[in-house]
């Protein structure tokens, strides 16, 4: 460098480039001058940010695993049998007075006839009377017994729905070595 005649000499050091062999991504579709385009590895590969040792994996390509797709398939049910038993069968129940409906009974009282039946010759006037209501309403069970039986269930049943369109947004890029 001079300055009115005077030389100045520098002794900053002369700028650094990258090492050979180092890889780096370039939004084009040509490697810069000096720079090799690698198409051995990674062609439809996604990028992953990681924090520790740099890797490669996956066996899907990129727009294979986000293509539109649609949704189908087959449920499938299996039949199942059970049994149901009671250790009473059934038959007679005697039902208490708490048991049984509320309810009243008629009694007749005819001429001649103090115990509350018809006189033998049916003469009038007879005179009605209504016992007092008795019975809770409550409730009561007939247990039974029963066998095997099965539920049969038609299988297998199918589904569909709409496409589910995974066509992301992406840039390519491709990766260049240093010369």
């Known amino acids: 460098m001079t300055s009115n005649g005077t030389t100045w000499t520098s002794t900053a050091p002369a700028a650094q480039g ?33 924090t ?33 038993s009671a250790p009473v069968s059934i038959g007679n129940t005697t039902l208490s007075t708490p048991q049984i409906p509320s ?12 115990y509350g ?20 309403g409550g409730s009561h069970t007939h247990p039974g017994s029963g066998g095997s039986h099965s539920h049969p269930v038609s299988a297998p049943a199918s589904f569909s729905g709409n496409a589910i369109n995974l066509a992301v947004k ?6 260049a070595t240093k010369d």
């Open 18 to 50: 990258f090492d050979s062999g180092t890889v780096m991504l370039f939004a084009q579709t040509s490697a810069p001058t000096g720079w090799t385009k690698n198409t051995s590895t990674g062609n439809n590969h996604a990028l992953r940010v990681v």
């Open 52 to 84: 520790g040792s740099a890797s490669t994996g996956g066996s899907v390509d990129f727009t294979t695993a986000f293509a539109s797709q649609g949704v189908s398939g087959t449920v499938s049910v299996s039949a199942s049998t059970g049994s149901v």
């Open 103 to 114: 309810h009243s009974h008629s009694i007749n009282f005819g001429p001649g006839n103090a």
């Open 117 to 136: 039946t018809a006189s033998a010759r049916g003469n009038p006037p007879f005179n009605t009377f209504s016992s007092n209501s008795a019975g809770g």
């Open 170 to 175: 992406y840039v390519d890029v491709i990766r």
